[in-house]
């Protein structure tokens, strides 16, 4: 990205969070630099109780994510760093996210056209060794994870209806 971090820079920064974050009871969703002129470090987070992340669970992960970068210094330079939740709609970024949400619709665009096209959009069917297979109008592809560029969850009513069993499951309400 530019003259700062690559994304291989934003991996290292993951290692080096990554104990920390869980060991306070979250994931790492994901890590990307947003805005190439204002620097800004999006973290994503999720509870590891599946509870939703609430605004003092990013205030808390910002501050010990704060100090580990502050004394590590992996970011050149000035930057703003963004706490977040990973919304409803999430980014699939690990092979095991699309374990998770086997079942559900998801948008995934790859870094070179596969069967023709780049992007596609359908249900996730599994994952085979590295491979993402996806129910896309009635017929199925084989997406190698490796050329996935960007994917997220796609909102459906099916979608909402299992977020709310997964919040009432961890004990929550919704208000």
């Known amino acids: ?67 580990l970068l502050d004394v590590e210094d992996p970011v050149p330079g000035r930057y703003t760093l963004e706490v977040s939740s990973p919304g409803i709609d999430r ?28 992007k596609f959009r359908g249900r996730i069917s599994g994952v085979e060794g590295t491979s993402i297979r996806m129910e896309c109008e009635g017929e199925y592809a084989e997406l190698p994870f490796e050329e996935i560029r960007r994917a997220s969850l796609v909102i459906t009513d099916e979608l909402i209806e299992a977020a709310r069993r997964e919040a009432s499951a961890a004990g929550q309400t919704e208000h």
């Open 1 to 67: 990205m530019g003259k700062h971090i690559s994304a291989n820079g934003t991996k290292l920064i993951e290692k080096l969070i990554d104990p920390s974050i869980i060991d306070s009871g979250y994931d790492v969703v994901r890590v990307q630099f947003l805005d190439e002129r204002k620097k800004t470090l999006q973290i994503m987070i999720e509870r590891r109780d599946r509870r939703s992340v609430t605004v003092d669970d990013c205030a808390a992960v910002s501050r010990i994510v704060s100090t």
């Open 91 to 118: 980014p699939l970024v690990k092979v095991g996210d699309y374990e998770r949400y086997t079942g559900f619709e998801a948008a995934v665009e790859t870094n070179r056209p596969l069967d023709g096209r780049k």
